[in-house]
């Protein structure tokens, strides 16, 4: 569906999956808010990664970290130095670039080529390029901005001499500033005095925490080598260029682990281990197998301290991106904050007396981008037939149970009849104490399974003149993929719920 992106981003105002943050005054670029049904969604995938992380497993403790942690965190992890990308201006349009993520891609309009456009992601292959570059096409955002150039990367763009095109709203031709570097942390001052020693940065990323809290976790706590520390949170960054919905966005929901494991542990184990246990994770909430796959990190592109880090791809609408990385990062982290701080980040070996630094395992993703590609893998378009033998086009969320918004929904075939109502909302109380359940009773009942089909919503149980007539107590449960309609009682209903919503 080369409109899928569009479908999504529609559906997801429609039904109140996702908004523009500050949308009555125009957004705010690089900012979303979550409604109703997206609250739930992404709290259900929050949920899960936290039950099977944490709850299920025996090696691995949660906590919580402040989103604002003293200044120095920040210069010991290498983020006040290095958390840059380099940006370019171009200096006709106004627009901001990632430099090292500049690639050129041509347009193709009515079968001709009629221009160049940049595409900005880390685009990883040809095919990935031609989705990006066919997402500018419709948004001409950048139509007549910016120079036909092909060339392979930023590097050898600049090489190029760029025959400049004029901009359509100033004739004049654009041109690009030379790179330079733009620190991605969103500072803030704590305290009254708003001056150089009171900046601090909104974090990053949620790991620092783990390493921070490292010394408090082992101290507290009974954990023994390998274990890992969990946290879910938020990270702000000021990113160039946020785009493709919330897939990059610059307020963001982080999940992420650090696993330590002993300083002669063999790593690659362990991180194979884990880079299968998220392929899993994904996978048990309803992420196809064909639409997932690995892109390893090049070792020349990996930072010094770096094992190797792989990168559980999706295939999203714009092209196949990055959802969760998961590095080997060695002992960096836990030493540099020792030095730092001058607080030794040390386990003592019982086998060899000796004191040593923990290597660690990340694996890290991002909440929304993870809402965003269950969307893309739940959205389906189909032609079914009405009770009238009429075709008509149904939008669907095949989402896995687990994580759907909601779980079941309760509906009175007739919306006045007392005996049909009381035995519905009397189901409808009982099913509320342990799910999130939608009572509806309005308009035709067809109507009403297009309702929840489009909410993702995985049974719909109608109470109808059967359950109030004949013996049994039974229910019309109809299923959201198949479509299929079975008798059920309360009891079985239950049943299904605590096997498939776990
Ligand atoms: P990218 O290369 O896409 O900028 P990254 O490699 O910088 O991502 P990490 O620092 O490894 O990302 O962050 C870990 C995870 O956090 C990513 O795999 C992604 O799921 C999520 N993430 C990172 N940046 C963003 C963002 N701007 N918006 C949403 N999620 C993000």
């Keep these: 569906n080369p409109n899928l992106m569009e479908a999504l981003v529609s559906l997801a105002k429609r039904r109140g999956f996702i908004y523009q943050s500050s949308e009555i005054y125009g957004g705010l670029n690089g900012f979303f808010d979550y409604g109703p049904l997206g609250v739930e969604l992404k709290r259900n995938i929050r949920d899960c990664w936290w039950r099977d992380m944490v709850h299920r497993r025996d090696d691995i403790v949660g906590i919580e970290t402040s989103i604002i942690m003293h200044p120095k965190v920040w210069e010991a992890s290498g983020h006040v130095a290095g958390f840059t990308d380099p940006l370019v201006d171009c200096k006709v ?4 670039y990632r430099a090292d993520q500049l690639f050129w891609s041509p347009v193709v309009v009515d079968g001709k080529v009629a221009g160049y456009v940049s595409a900005l992601e880390s685009e990883k292959t040809a095919e990935d390029l031609q989705a990006a570059a066919e997402s500018f096409k419709r948004k001409k955002a950048l139509q007549g901005a910016l120079a036909p150039v092909v060339a392979k990367d930023f590097t050898e763009a600049a090489e190029t001499e760029i025959p400049l095109i004029p901009s359509p709203a100033t004739g004049e031709p654009g041109s690009l500033t030379p790179p330079r570097a733009f620190n991605m942390m969103f500072e803030t001052n704590v305290g009254a005095l708003k001056d150089a020693s009171s900046v601090a940065y909104l974090r990053p990323e949620t790991a ?15 954990v023994k080598l390998p274990f890992g520390i969990a946290q879910v949170g938020k990270s ?32 690659a184990k362990a991180h194979e281990e884990w880079i299968t246990w998220c392929e899993k994770w994904l996978k048990s909430i309803g992420l196809p197998e064909s639409h997932l796959s690995r892109y390893a990190h090049p070792k020349e592109k990996l930072a010094f301290y770096s094992r190797g880090t792989v990168d559980i791809m999706f295939k999203y609408p714009f092209g196949v991106q990055e959802l969760w990385g998961i590095a080997a990062r060695g002992n960096y982290d836990l030493t540099q904050h020792a030095n730092a701080s001058g607080k030794p980040q040390e386990m003592f070996d019982e086998a060899t007396k000796k004191k040593f630094v923990p290597h660690v395992i990340e694996p890290a993703v991002g909440t929304d981008r993870i809402f965003l590609a269950v969307l893309t893998a739940a959205y389906a378009e189909e032609d079914v037939k009405d ?15 687990r994580i759907a918004p909601v779980k079941v929904a309760v509906l009175p075939l007739l919306k006045n009849k007392e005996q049909l109502t009381d035995r519905a909302k009397a189901l409808y109380a009982k099913l509320k104490r342990n799910y999130a359940v939608q009572y509806d009773d309005g308009g035709a009942i067809g109507k009403r399974y297009r309702r929840q089909d489009e909410a993702g919503t995985p049974w719909c149980v109608t109470i109808d003149f059967d359950t109030i007539e004949k013996p049994g ?6 299923e959201r993929d198949s479509m299929s309609q079975k008798r059920i009682t309360e009891a079985e209903l239950f049943a299904l719920l605590a096997e498939q919503v776990y």
């Design 387 to 401: 009770e009238k033998g009429n075709v008509e086009k149904r939008t669907v969320l095949r989402f896995s149970p």
């Design 473 to 478: 107590d039974t229910f019309t449960l109809r």
């Design 236 to 267: 702000f960054r000021n990113e160039i260029t946020p785009r493709n919905f919330i897939f990059r966005s610059r307020e963001f929901e982080q999940m992420e682990m650090e696993y330590f494991i002993h300083e002669h542990a063999d790593w």
């Design 93 to 96: 349009s106004k627009q901001r």
């Design 208 to 222: 620092q925490g783990m390493f921070v809290d490292f010394k408090n976790v082992i101290d507290t706590t009974r």
